[in-house]
């Protein structure tokens, strides 16, 4: 494996930019693969993404675009895969070149549905990445504000550390700060519950809670998340880490949030369609709640606050009831 060799960014949308703006402050040249042509085509007539952080220019001669994930596999040694996690079997089903020889680092925060699977575990049980070939990108890196070029605190995970120090290198420069661990497991399920907690947060915004109310929410997700890590993923961690709660907090709080927005519109009464009608982006703990529900009927661990969002989405259960109840009979 020639690693990291040339790095290829998978996925067209706002993370997938944000962090082709990363890698190219260290990297002369990237491969960037985006399924739509004309996507593509309009990128290279503007010079930046049509569609995605268009204030973000781009010098197009340091980047080859390939519609064709067979093509940018087979040109490529290290992929960076920035798509939803739903969507990431949709990219993957024309995918006829091995990436098992390939060096992987996942940028999704979501579990791959229906078999509720990591991003990490599904690349190693489906198409046989050994799992110190993979490193996943996480903690508090909203995409707009590395458009900004404002401070960001990447953490980079890979059970080979010398690999995740690596990978820090790529993902360094005057505004990213990447740090590394080897907790996979644990920092992508708190990238999934994070986004779940985000759309309670949101929820109760709409509702109109106040700033003591969500102080009190979200230091109960904190609980909640360490509560489901440890059983699911129990190995030695801290939770205080910005990986972790860094992520949550900032999630959970930012206007950038796309998870915050979605649950403050479900909150001031949008049906779950018509908020993701209206956001245009993908909320990724819409998917994440379904996910770490049924994951959690094999567990059976103590996670209202995860419940009381998937019964105002899933079920339909009206927001003012259900947060009545979260406030009245768990928080504290």
Excluded at 212 to 232: G, I, W
Aim: charged share 20%.
């Amino acid at each position: 494996m020639n690693y990291p060799g040339r790095i290829a960014i998978i996925g067209g949308g706002t993370w997938a930019t944000a962090l082709a703006k990363i890698v190219l402050t260290q990297e002369t040249h990237i491969n960037w693969y985006m399924r739509r042509p004309e996507q593509i085509e309009d990128f290279i007539k503007v010079g930046h993404n049509p569609s995605y952080l268009s204030n973000v220019p781009f010098n197009l001669s340091r980047i080859s675009f390939f519609s064709d994930i067979n093509e940018v596999v087979n040109n490529s040694d290290t992929l960076i895969f920035a798509v939803p996690s739903p969507f990431l079997k949709t990219h993957l089903e024309k995918l006829k070149t091995p990436i098992s020889d390939k060096f992987i680092i996942s940028a999704i925060k979501g579990i791959i549905p229906p078999e509720n699977l990591l991003v990490t575990d599904f690349l190693t049980k489906e198409y046989g990445v050994p799992s110190d070939n993979i490193a996943i990108v996480a903690g508090p890196c909203h995409a707009e504000e590395i458009a900004l070029e404002r401070l960001t605190y990447p953490t980079i995970a890979c059970t080979d550390l010398a690999k995740a120090s690596a990978v820090a290198r790529i993902f360094t420069n005057r505004f990213v700060k990447a740090s590394t661990s080897v907790d996979v497991s644990g920092i992508e399920l708190a990238a999934v519950l994070k986004n779940v907690y985000a759309i309670a947060a949101g929820i109760c915004h709409g509702l109109k809670y106040g700033d003591n109310f969500q102080a009190v929410l979200v230091s109960n997700a904190v609980q909640e998340m360490e509560r489901f890590m440890e059983v699911v993923s129990p190995i030695k961690r801290r939770i205080f880490e910005s990986a972790y709660i860094g992520d949550l907090l900032v999630t959970a709080y930012s206007s950038f949030s796309r998870n915050r927005t979605f649950g403050s519109m479900i909150g001031k009464g949008y049906s779950v369609k018509a908020a993701q009608i209206e956001m245009e982006m993908v909320a990724e703990g819409y998917y994440g709640t379904k996910c770490i529900m049924e994951m959690n009927a094999d567990y059976c661990i103590n996670i209202p606050i995860v419940e009381t969002v998937y019964r105002i989405l899933y079920e339909k259960v009206p927001a003012r009831i259900e947060i009545k109840r979260l406030r009245e009979e768990i928080l504290k």
